[in-house]
């Protein structure tokens, strides 16, 4: 089943890992097709990921095809596609997110990619991993945004695409990463709302990325 998105979602188990975002398991993936997700196996190592590897479930859960279990997370990529127009989530352990994840209630706004994730992004509250608990918060954090942040746990982001969503997941981590130098050497200077607020009228005037 789903040859095609199997295919993508291990391409983008390699792209995270490569880029350094995922170590060993620390992360999961999956994608959505009409009432079916394919979804990264529990205890996979994502960047050797293999298409045939990959369990393809429904929207509550039982798995359609596969041997492997899915993802401990599987909770948290159901409530993602519940409640927001996500076709494809992305979830990491990346270093820079997690050290911010753990100090802070939110990303400060360092610079104005923040805008292209929906604006500032919250820190969801901790729960245990794989809990209905951690989907009902990690979902809160979402309103509004295209990403989260995950105490003491990770990062997410979803899109319209795996490309998408990863691509979303490699910003935050981006954008953790600058904060964390900028926070090394002082006091960093913080983007105001209004500064925001021109810096997404200003990529709605250019149509930017399109």
Same mark, same amino acid.
């Given at each position: 089943?789903? !040859?095609?998105?199997?295919?993508? $979602? @291990? @391409?983008?188990?390699?792209?995270?890992?490569?880029? #350094?975002?995922?170590?060993?398991?620390?992360?999961?993936?999956?994608?959505?097709?009409?009432?079916?997700?394919? =979804?990264?196996?529990?205890?996979?190592?994502?960047?050797? +990921?293999?298409?045939? @590897?990959?369990?393809?479930?429904?929207?509550?859960?039982?798995?359609?095809?596969?041997? +492997?279990?899915?993802?401990? !997370?599987?909770?948290?990529?159901?409530?993602?596609?519940?409640?927001?127009?996500?076709? *494809? $989530?992305?979830?990491?352990?990346?270093?820079?997110?997690? /050290? $911010?994840? &753990?100090?802070?209630?939110?990303?400060?706004?360092?610079?104005?990619?923040? $805008?292209?994730?929906? #604006?500032?992004?919250?820190? *969801?509250?901790?729960?245990?991993?794989?809990?209905?608990?951690?989907?009902?918060?990690?979902?809160?954090?979402?309103?509004?945004?295209?990403?989260? +942040?995950?105490?003491?746990? #990770?990062? =997410?982001?979803?899109?319209?695409?795996?490309?998408?969503? &990863?691509?979303?997941?490699?910003?935050?981590?981006?954008?953790?990463?600058?904060?964390?130098?900028? @926070?090394?050497? #002082?006091?960093?200077?913080?983007?105001?709302?209004?500064?925001?607020? /021109? *810096? *997404?009228?200003?990529?709605?005037?250019?149509?930017?990325?399109?």
């Amino acid at each position: 089943m789903y !040859e095609n998105e199997r295919e993508l $979602v @291990a @391409a983008a188990g390699r792209r995270l890992a490569e880029g #350094g975002l995922v170590i060993g398991t620390a992360g999961n993936l999956s994608v959505r097709v009409g009432d079916h997700l394919v =979804v990264t196996g529990s205890g996979t190592d994502l960047g050797a +990921l293999t298409p045939a @590897a990959l369990p393809v479930v429904d929207l509550d859960g039982t798995v359609l095809d596969g041997e +492997l279990t899915p993802t401990s !997370e599987l909770p948290l990529h159901l409530a993602i596609y519940r409640g927001t127009g996500a076709r *494809a $989530v992305a979830h990491a352990h990346s270093p820079s997110s997690i /050290a $911010v994840g &753990c100090t802070h209630d939110v990303l400060p706004p360092i610079h104005y990619m923040t $805008v292209r994730l929906g #604006g500032v992004l919250r820190v *969801a509250e901790y729960a245990t991993f794989g809990t209905p608990e951690l989907a009902d918060n990690v979902l809160a954090a979402l309103d509004g945004r295209a990403a989260a +942040l995950m105490r003491n746990h #990770g990062s =997410v982001a979803y899109g319209v695409s795996i490309s998408e969503a &990863c691509g979303r997941l490699e910003t935050v981590e981006w954008l953790a990463e600058v904060y964390r130098r900028a @926070a090394a050497l #002082g006091p960093p200077r913080l983007l105001s709302d209004d500064e925001l607020a /021109a *810096a *997404a009228d200003q990529f709605t005037r250019l149509d930017y990325g399109r």
